[in-house]
């Protein structure tokens, strides 16, 4: 069995108004030294199967196909074997 | 014409499309569920606004695996007129049937409005009946944020598939544009709402033009195919 963390986010040439909104708000609270803000989205999706490279070709297939617009978003992602 | 309005769990504009082509129009509408796999019995298919699978994930990403997509996609490869307003348009973007992505509006919130529109190109299947430069009609929407790369960006512009444009664009769309053809030109979709602009009643009636256009053209090409 493996706990797969998939993490989302725009591609830096897309504008992240929710990130923005977050920073000026940080701003706001005189955290100045808040350089970026990126908000994104995050998976844990538990695959039961022990092949590793069987599991890291379908997290990548399935986030491609639906957990990122690939026109906007990119993604990166962590397998840890876990207890079945 | 006989024409199908999809629903799909979430979708909240369904019978506002229902009234504008059955009612306004005398149009012959089904309204059928998502879970529809078989559309070969209309000649135009609509994806109407909404919160599809509640916008969970993205606007439109899980609406766009929902069995009538096939349906929809073996739909387009016959040239059948397909439309996606509002969400049904991040659905089509979603599924490849248009291009681009709709993202958050630039400035944080969801808008209720009425913004001004050029019609960008006034020949297509979808906008040849408008007699005006301009029209207004309502938008709704936190997510109409309309994003295309450079190329593509240039690609539209060069096939004119542009087809509508904000005077004022209000979500920060690229190159101000609200509503987009495919080259084929039998798919659209637009962010703002012709549906509720279609009777004096609604004290806007701009929208009347946007399926005054469907129904001449189809009518041409019902002609042309009985033949």
Same mark, same amino acid.
């Given at each position: 069995?493996?706990?797969?963390?998939?993490?989302?986010?725009?591609?830096?040439?897309?504008?992240?108004?929710?990130?923005?909104?977050?920073?000026? *708000?940080?701003?706001?609270?005189?955290?100045?030294?808040?350089?970026?803000?990126?908000?994104?989205?995050?998976?844990?999706?538990? /695959?039961?199967?022990?092949?590793?490279?069987?599991? *890291?070709?379908?997290?990548?297939?399935?986030?491609?196909? /639906? /957990?990122?617009?690939?026109?906007?978003?990119?993604?990166?992602?962590? /397998?840890?074997?876990?207890?079945? | 014409?006989?024409?199908?309005?999809?629903?799909?769990?979430?979708?909240?504009?369904?019978?506002?499309?229902?009234? =504008?082509?059955?009612? #306004?129009?005398?149009?012959?509408?089904?309204?059928? %569920?998502?879970?529809?796999?078989?559309?070969?019995?209309?000649?135009?298919?609509?994806?109407?606004?909404?919160?599809?699978?509640?916008?969970?994930?993205?606007?439109?990403?899980?609406?766009?695996?929902? %069995?009538?997509?096939? =349906?929809?996609?073996?739909?387009?490869?016959?040239?059948?007129?397909?439309?996606?307003?509002?969400?049904?348009?991040?659905?089509?973007?979603?599924?490849?049937?248009? %291009?681009?992505?709709?993202?958050?509006?630039?400035?944080?919130?969801?808008?209720?409005?009425?913004?001004?529109?050029?019609?960008?190109?006034?020949?297509?299947?979808?906008?040849?009946?408008? #007699?005006?430069?301009?029209?207004?009609? %309502?938008? =709704?929407?936190?997510?109409?944020?309309?994003?295309?790369?450079?190329?593509?960006?240039?690609?539209?512009?060069?096939?004119?598939?542009?087809?509508?444009?904000?005077?004022?664009?209000? $979500?920060?769309?690229?190159? $101000?544009?609200?509503?987009?053809?495919?080259?084929?030109?039998?798919?659209?979709?637009?962010?703002?709402?012709?549906?509720?602009?279609?009777? #004096?009643?609604?004290?806007?009636?701009?929208?009347?033009?946007?399926?005054?256009?469907?129904?001449?053209?189809? =009518?041409?090409?019902? #002609?042309?195919?009985?033949?």
């Amino acid at each position: 069995m493996y706990l797969a963390k998939i993490y989302v986010t725009y591609k830096p040439s897309i504008l992240d108004p929710k990130g923005e909104t977050v920073k000026d *708000a940080l701003h706001r609270m005189e955290y100045a030294d808040v350089q970026d803000v990126v908000m994104g989205k995050y998976f844990e999706i538990k /695959l039961d199967n022990s092949d590793v490279n069987q599991v *890291a070709k379908e997290v990548e297939a399935f986030s491609q196909q /639906l /957990l990122i617009n690939v026109n906007m978003e990119v993604f990166r992602y962590e /397998l840890e074997k876990i207890e079945g | 014409m006989k024409a199908a309005v999809i629903t799909f769990p979430g979708s909240n504009c369904d019978y506002d499309m229902y009234y =504008a082509l059955h009612d #306004e129009f005398g149009i012959e509408t089904t309204i059928i %569920p998502a879970t529809t796999t078989d559309l070969s019995a209309y000649d135009a298919i609509f994806l109407p606004g909404g919160f599809s699978y509640g916008d969970y994930l993205r606007t439109g990403a899980i609406a766009r695996f929902s %069995p009538v997509m096939d =349906a929809l996609i073996t739909a387009n490869q016959q040239g059948k007129i397909i439309v996606g307003i509002c969400n049904g348009f991040q659905i089509l973007t979603e599924a490849g049937l248009l %291009p681009g992505a709709l993202q958050t509006n630039i400035q944080p919130g969801f808008i209720c409005d009425e913004t001004g529109l050029t019609i960008a190109n006034a020949t297509t299947t979808f906008t040849n009946a408008f #007699e005006t430069p301009t029209i207004k009609l %309502p938008i =709704a929407h936190g997510e109409g944020n309309y994003y295309v790369d450079e190329a593509q960006l240039a690609e539209l512009q060069g096939n004119n598939q542009i087809l509508f444009a904000y005077t004022d664009n209000p $979500n920060g769309s690229v190159a $101000n544009i609200a509503g987009v053809m495919n080259k084929a030109g039998n798919v659209f979709g637009m962010m703002p709402h012709p549906e509720r602009a279609v009777d #004096e009643l609604l004290g806007n009636t701009d929208g009347r033009a946007f399926f005054q256009s469907i129904l001449a053209s189809l =009518a041409t090409h019902l #002609e042309v195919s009985n033949v």
